[in-house]
């Protein structure tokens, strides 16, 4: 564990080192040409006068390495649920506990705004990110299947 690490909410600032390692989670996740989000929509969702997204970030030495971005999901059954989008650590810093860090706080984040529990979807082959979240007593669902509509 790397004691330099500062976990923190993330500011506008930060959006051009976030967008960076969204990409590199799309060329980790064979999907290279599919991130197509500009920068201005991106820092309008999150930081806009309607906010989508929240996020915090993992800073090294002034140095963003990583994030958890999240946004609010509502179940007719059981209420508000965090949604985490993405969780990203880059790969340089991997392995250090700075993932576990971002889990963590997002699990502190969620009991206190009253959220009923937290959902995100891995990709089956993603074999370093279902142990880590092994690690968290994580239920995997193959019942259900993903569903979207792009425009």
Known sequence: MNNNVVIRTATKEDCAAMLQLVHELAVYERAPDEVTVSMEHFIESGFG???VWWALVAEVDGKVVGFALYYIRYSTW???R???????VT???R???IGSMLMDELVVIAKE??????????LDWNEPAINFYKKY???FDPEWVNVGITF
Not at 83 to 88: T, V
Not at 113 to 122: D, R
């Open 49 to 51: 006068t309607n906010p």
């Open 78 to 80: 059981k209420g508000q």
């Open 82 to 88: 965090m949604y985490l989008e993405d969780i990203l």
């Open 91 to 93: 790969e340089a810093w």
């Open 95 to 97: 392995g250090q506990g």
């Open 113 to 122: 705004k009253g959220f009923h529990g937290i959902n995100w979807q891995v």
């Open 137 to 139: 007593n994580a239920n």
